[in-house]
C-alpha cells in the first residue's frame, strides 16, 4: 500500500538520523500538532509531530503507558516546555486520530467517523492496550462485515460506522490481515468477488467495458486522494478460487432446487407450467455465465411467478436452507477455518 509504504519510509528515515546520509540531509523540523495542551506533563512524538498530552490520561486508558510509567518517571534528555519528550515508532497520523479520540471521546458516539480513524485505533488499541479505543473499533468493523447470516441480511447498502471512501474495502481487508481480525474477512471477502468481472462476460461484450485483467481486485481502488489501495497476491488467490466454489455451490444449494429434471414439488399440480418456469429460471440466472450474487439473495428478492403453490413452498425451503448452508461454508471456501475458529482466533 503506498501509504504503508511512505510510512516505512519515514520511518526508517528516523533510525538512520545519525548515520551519513542524514548529514547531507537535514532532518526534517519537527512539527507542533494541533493537540497540544498547555498543561500537558508529556510529549509524545511519532514521526516528526509532537503531541502534549497528559500523562495520567495515557496511564488511565491505557495499560501499556500505565506500566510504562509505573516503572520509571519519564526521563528524557530532551524536554520541551519542560516536559519529557517520549519518542514513538507509530504513524503521526494513527497518533493524531487516537489522541483525538481519546480527548474528544468520540468512541462514545456511534456516528460514522473515516476509515483512517477506526485503523488507528484499532492498531495502536492492539499495541497500546487502548481497551476502549480497540472495542470501538472492533464493533464498528465487525458490525459491517459480521459472522452471521441474520446479521448480514439486515445491513443497509452502504457502511453506517465509517464514512465510506475510495479503497475502503480493500483497506479494511488488509487491516484485518494486519490485525489478525480474520472473523470480518469471509464476508469481506465475498462482497469483493462481486466486482470480478467474468472472462467470459468480456468476451461477450456484457455489461462492463473492463477487460478481465483490468478487474479492481488485481489493479487496485483508488482512494479520495488518488492513491490505490491494492490487495496482496494471497488474497486475490482466495477471492478468484472461491468464486469459482461459490458459483458451484450456489447452483447445488441455494439456486438447487432448480437443478432437477422435473417439478420442484412431489406435490405439484401443474407440472408443465412449474417446469417451463424452472427452464426459463435457470435460462436468466445461468446464461451467459452465473453471477455469485445469488448465493445469499433472500428468497423474497427471487420468488418467481408461475410455480404453483407446492412447488413454490418447496422451493422456498431449500432456498432458505441453501442460503444458511452458504454462509455455514463461506470461510472454508475462501480458505479459512470455520466461524467458530476465526472468532476464537481474534485478538
Ligand atoms: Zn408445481
Known amino acids: 500500500m503506498p501509504n504503508h509504504e511512505s510510512t516505512t519510509l519515514k520511518r ?32 509524545l512524538q511519532a514521526e516528526f509531530t509532537q503531541f502534549r498530552v497528559h500523562r495520567t490520561m495515557l496511564t ?55 476509515f483512517p480513524a477506526v485503523a ?11 481497551i476502549q479505543l480497540r472495542e470501538d473499533a472492533l464493533f464498528r468493523l465487525r458490525s459491517e462485515f459480521p459472522s452471521t447470516l ?4 439486515v445491513l443497509p ?38 466486482d470480478i468481472v467474468s472472462p467470459a462476460n468480456t468476451l461477450l461484450k456484457l455489461s462492463s467495458p473492463l477487460r478481465a485483467g483490468q478487474n479492481e481486485i488485481f ?3 483508488k482512494r479520495n486522494d488518488g492513491t490505490l489501495a491494492t490487495l496482496p497476491p494471497s488474497v486475490q488467490k482466495a477471492c478468484i478460487l472461491g468464486r469459482e466454489e461459490i458459483l458451484v455451490q450456489q447452483a447445488q444449494a441455494t439456486l438447487g432446487w432448480l437443478d432437477v429434471d422435473s417439478e420442484v414439488s412431489d406435490n405439484c399440480n401443474q407440472q408443465h407450467s412449474c417446469a417451463t418456469t424452472c427452464t426459463q429460471l435457470v435460462s436468466i440466472l445461468w446464461k451467459p455465465v452465473p453471477e455469485p450474487c445469488r448465493s445469499l439473495e433472500k428468497w423474497s428478492q427471487l420468488d418467481p411467478r408461475g410455480l404453483c403453490s407446492a412447488c413454490r413452498e418447496e422451493a422456498k425451503r431449500i432456498h432458505e436452507a441453501g442460503r444458511q448452508h ?7 471456501i475462501f480458505g479459512f477455518l470455520p466461524w467458530d475458529e476465526l472468532r476464537k482466533l481474534d485478538r
Open 219 to 221: 489493479s487496485g481502488q
Open 60 to 114: 488511565r486508558h491505557s495499560n501499556i503507558f500505565k506500566d510504562m510509567f509505573s516503572v520509571s518517571q519519564p526521563s528524557s534528555d530532551l524536554t520541551v516546555e519542560g516536559c519529557p519528550v517520549v519518542h514513538l515508532s507509530d504513524s503521526a497520523q494513527d497518533m493524531k486520530y487516537v489522541l483525538s479520540a481519546l480527548y474528544d471521546q468520540t468512541y462514545i458516539s456511534r456516528v460514522a467517523i473515516p
Open 326 to 332: 452458504m454462509w455455514e461454508k463461506m470461510p472454508q
Open 150 to 153: 441474520k446479521e448480514w441480511q
Open 120 to 130: 488507528a485505533m484499532l492498531r495502536l488499541g492492539n499495541k497500546y492496550e487502548f
Open 12 to 43: 526508517k528515515r528516523t533510525l538512520s538520523q545519525g548515520d551519513e546520509s542524514s548529514q547531507n540531509n537535514p532532518p526534517a523540523p519537527i512539527a507542533r500538532s494541533d493537540i497540544w495542551m498547555d498543561d500537558g506533563s508529556i510529549v
Open 157 to 194: 447498502s452502504d457502511y453506517t460506522h465509517m464514512v465510506t471512501q475510495g479503497g475502503i474495502l480493500y483497506d479494511i481487508i488488509n487491516l484485518a490481515l494486519e490485525e489478525g481480525l480474520f472473523s470480518i474477512l469471509p464476508a469481506a471477502y465475498y462482497l469483493c468477488i462481486q
